[in-house]
């Protein structure tokens, strides 16, 4: 084994912090978080040792999806700053050793976009065929049964014209044609203007989803998933823009890309961040995403540690040498990860966030942390659906309420599943709005923020946030960077339900990482010689790995042979 088939890249042993910037710090009291806020805290995150930030949408927006409907790529939204603002914190970043990773939204644009408004404005405006417009069916009805993440189907009619758009998420979020190169154009110069100002990369919001067959074919799918995903996510078409993207903008750069790609199997995984094929550098996958629920059917489902396992580690094996892994337990579109496959009760908050930080983080690939997980921030529960923001919420309680579910169970799935729980702003300290805002913040605050902020976790040695700073540095180290970053990988006992180990191995080095995600104790024996613990979130001695009693949600990383 050796990486001489790989090249070395710096994203390789990269760690990267998510900001979703209404939700990160605000500055001028207005409720909402905002750049200048950001820039506030470079130096938390510095001290935290990521050195990327994946930053959610900042554009012009009317904020329809919360910035995920960008009316103008090339401006900054008023509530977030200003263009200087941006300049100030890419620079600022930068000064930090910090690289600033943007979102790029080109599936779909706002319908406020001049490019929609020009579009929509006649059948034979220039701009007519830069979004999708489809005749109607015979009887009148829409040009194909596809459905939609926001609404029930993935069109809008639009009387003057006569003719239905397609949308594949709100019907403020007009889907672009990729198939026209004007448009493709359009989004090249504007990744140029950008990526010239020094950017680290993009992350490309459902990148899978840019190339739609060009018959427009009726899903026959319909018990998973969003109806027509299997003609729009990951049609070969995407490889083809993905490649002349790379080609026109991205090999001018040294960049990180990472596309974003529900629906998606460890094979796509290899067509998109293979190096030789010149796509991405990786993509976030979402098989665990699913493992607890049918999002689309809105059932919860149990968490299942065993398939859990097969899952990381087809992934691990299936991409090792032959593409590129990110890790990630949560975004902004996903509950708290202590809360969801952890234990968020006061007793094992902290050691079961550690544990999932432990799994993850020893795993090849480059890892991502979203803002607040680093501090064991947890969902918030909330008591009806008017304290709910996400139109994805609200969509998904009406589908609940359509079906006869009665509502107390609607409210528990949203209470497990809502995307809100991420958005809840990030828990600075103990002041009023826990410091996040002087004003009133535009999502509630969790009540816990007295018990569960960064000024705590700072201060105390043994929290969860110096926990990552360790993982993070063991990541970059001389001693053990290798082996994390390019190691082999082998799971080890696939069919146990409680305990997650697996071997790491390179250059005569193997990690043995070992987790416990159970509540109760597990004796386990491993048939190696242990030379020394490197990590362990219990403070409790380990003298050997043979009959060795895991306590609740205890984690090790062992140096052995
Ligand atoms: O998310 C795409 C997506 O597939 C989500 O709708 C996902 O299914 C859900 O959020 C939770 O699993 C991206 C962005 O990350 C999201 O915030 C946007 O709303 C969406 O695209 C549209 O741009
Ligand atoms: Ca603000």
Known sequence: MSTEQLKRRWWHNAVVYQIYPRSFNDSNGDGIGDIPGIIEKLDYIKQLGANVIWLSP?????????????????????????????????????????????????????????????????????????????????DGSEPNNWESFFTPKAWTFDEPSGQYYCHLFSKKQPDLNWANPEVRDAIYSMMHFWLKKGLGGFRMDVINMIGKPSDYPDAT?????????????????????????????????????????????????????????????????????????????AVRKPFDLVEFKSIMSKWQDDLYQKGWNSLYWSNHDQPRAVSRYGCDSPEYRVISAKMLGTALHMMSGTPYIYQGEELGMTNKFFASIDEYNDLMAKFHYQKMMGKGIPEQDALDF????????????????????????????????????????????????????????????????????????????????????????????????????????????????????????????????????????????????????
């Open 414 to 561: 949203l209470n497990y599943f809502s995307r809100d729980h991420a958005r809840v702003p990030l828990q600075w300290n103990t002041d009023t709005n826990a410091g996040f805002t002087t004003g009133t913040p535009w999502l509630a605050i969790n009540e816990n923020y007295v018990d569960i902020n960064a000024e705590q976790a700072i201060s105390d040695d043994n929290s969860i946030y110096h926990y990552y700073r360790n993982l993070i540095s063991l990541r970059k180290s001389d001693e053990y960077g290798d082996v994390i970053v390019y190691g082999n990988h082998k799971i080890l006992d696939e069919n146990d339900a409680e305990v997650y180990a697996y071997l790491r191995f390179y250059d005569g080095k193997t990690l043995l990482v070992v987790a416990n995600f159970t509540a109760g104790n597990q004796t386990r024996s491993y048939d190696f010689q242990l030379k020394k613990v490197i990590v362990n979130n219990y403070e409790d001695d380990c003298s050997s790995i043979q009959d060795i009693t895991l306590k609740p949600y205890q984690a090790y990383i062992f140096n052995v042979e």
């Open 58 to 138: 900042v554009y012009k927006s009317p904020m329809d999806d919360n910035g995920y409907d960008i009316s103008d790529y090339m401006d900054i939204a008023p509530e977030f700053g200003t263009m200087e603002d941006m300049d100030e914190l890419i620079a600022q970043a930068d000064e930090r050793g910090i690289k600033i990773v943007m979102d790029l939204v080109a599936n779909h644009t706002s319908d406020e976009h001049p490019w929609f408004i020009e579009s929509k404005s006649s059948k034979d405006n220039p701009k007519r065929d830069w979004y999708i417009w489809k005749d109607p069916k015979e």
């Open 221 to 297: 799918i319909f018990d998973s998933g969003v109806a027509g995903w299997e003609h729009w996510s990951n049609n070969l078409l995407v490889h083809q823009y993905l490649r002349e993207m790379h080609d026109k903008v991205l090999s001018h750069y040294d960049v990180l890309t990472v596309g974003e790609t529900p629906f998606t199997t460890t094979l796509d995984g290899r067509y998109y961040s293979h190096p030789d094929r010149n796509e991405v550098s990786m993509i976030f996958h979402f098989e665990h995403m699913s493992i607890d629920r049918e999002e689309h059917n």
